[in-house]
C-alpha cells in the first residue's frame, strides 16, 4: 500500500494565468529611464546643497562643489542620452 499525498498545483499565477485573468504584471523600466530617475536624484542633491552653501557663508565652497557637480550631472546625461540615441 502506497498512501503518497496528492500533489498540490503551484497557487500563483503563471504569466499565461495572469493575462487571461486579465491582471496586469508590472513591467521593469528601461536601462535609460532608470539612469534619469538617477540623474534627477542627484540634480536635486547638488541643487540642495548649493543653497546650503549659499546660506551659510561658511560653506561657500560647498555651493561652489554643488554647481560643479550639478553641471557635470546634467552634462552626463545629455552624453549619454545622445550616444543610446544613435
Excluded: C, H, N
Aim: charge should be positive.
Amino acid at each position: 500500500m502506497s498512501s503518497r499525498a496528492p500533489q498540490q498545483s503551484d497557487p500563483r499565477p503563471q504569466p499565461s494565468d495572469a493575462s487571461a485573468a486579465g491582471v496586469s504584471i508590472p513591467r521593469r523600466p528601461a536601462y535609460g529611464e532608470d539612469m534619469w530617475t538617477v540623474l534627477v536624484i542627484l540634480l536635486v542633491a547638488w541643487a540642495v546643497l548649493s543653497v546650503v552653501g549659499f546660506v551659510f557663508e561658511g560653506l561657500l565652497w560647498l555651493a561652489i562643489i554643488g554647481i560643479i557637480l550639478f553641471i557635470g550631472t546634467v552634462v552626463f546625461g545629455l552624453v549619454r542620452s545622445r550616444t543610446r540615441k544613435g
